[in-house]
């Protein structure tokens, strides 16, 4: 349950959808310059159960993928449909390697600054000043160097760069829905400059490290080192048989000092199951997660935020599809004149509600190679629904027009060359692939 001061606040009046991006260019030009690189491996397609082999053979992959989004939503907003489309997702991505594995660097630059700044509708979606609407994340996703070694019986490696800390569950683009899960700022922590070591032996990995607290405020945020160390995180894995993962974590980040008046320290833990196994003739991906953030203020905690989310996918031949399950509670804060955004850097403390979402999603695409791309037409449908956990008088029944809420996606996905599989695994900490970690 919540805990701290809620205040009350009455909604502006909804705002017209925002024009539809025309950037479908930049998507093609990445395209192109990842199907001029050679040797590349590829992935079956972009949003299938994640491929679990690291890219072989030669020391630099390259690849790119986007995707073109429509999405409707009913209600979004006082009742209203919507109808937005987007290019999400636009990536280039890359990973070298050297000596043998024992030097490797990951990156992604992520051009959804370009063609996502009013942010996607999602409903019950929050983070970084939206609402309602997934943020776009910044160009500089991932950039981490890592050199690895024999240490007690085991491999052990230093990863420095901008990336993900070591907490929680895979990053929502290497998963198999298009749409993010509501609880994306609770189960893992992106987009941070971090120094992390990672020990596996046999089928243990243990990772530490120390990274910058404070969130992007722009696309263009490529961070600094401003409260380096202040913030911390560990994770347990456990690889028992092939293709099953077991991990725990948990996270200290410190309040970002750059605020003015109040800001607070955020305590964060997770656990997860993950399997990665051959079913019914095909490839089978699950995930059950639980994750949770209390926020204090001085020692003392505010509020708590809780999420419990399991999917599924399986993908026979050309053809897959994913169900998904997530109960995740959230801020409300007060908005701006436009009723997707929020006040960014947050001014205090204050919320004016907790709600509590339950949202049951499913997909189903078709994966075919066009030349040297893939090609992933898709469509997934999710209903929501949505109650007031504090007593306060924000009603988000009058916020939405119902309780409950249907969105219906449909969408293409295109890619070539190497697709990132897994983001935020560095260094000896990579499973990809093994039963046990190398």
Known sequence: MPHGRITHARWPAAAPPARRPRALRLAL?????????????AQNHAHAPPAD???????????????????????ALAGRTFTEGYLTQPVLTAAASLAGGRLSATGMLNLEGLTLRRGELTAGMWGEGYVDRRHPHTYLHELVLSGRAPVAGGSASLSVGRGFAPFGTDDPMARPFVKFPLNHH?????????ASAAWARGPVVAEAGLFTGAEPRSPEDVGGLDGFGRSWA????ALPRPGIELQVSTARVAADQRI???ALDHRKHSASARASVPLLGGAAYGLAEWARTSEHEEGRRVYTFESVLGEAALRRG??????????STRPEEERLSDPFRTPYPHADAHLVGVTRWLVVSGRAEHNRGVGPLRATPFVEASWQTVAELTGSIYDPVEQYGRADQWHLSVGLTLGAGMRHARMGRYGAARTEGHAHAP
């Open 318 to 327: 050309a053809w897959g599809g994913a169900l998904r399950f997530e109960r």
């Open 186 to 194: 609770l189960a893992q922590l992106p987009e941070r400059v971090l």
């Open 29 to 41: 030009a990445a395209l192109t310059l990842a199907t001029s690189t050679t040797g590349a491996a």
């Open 53 to 75: 082999a690291p890219p072989t053979g030669a020391l630099l992959h390259l690849g790119a993928s986007a995707t073109g989004l429509l999405t409707r939503a009913a209600p």
């Open 234 to 237: 560990a994770r347990l894995t």
């Open 260 to 262: 003015r008046g109040i």
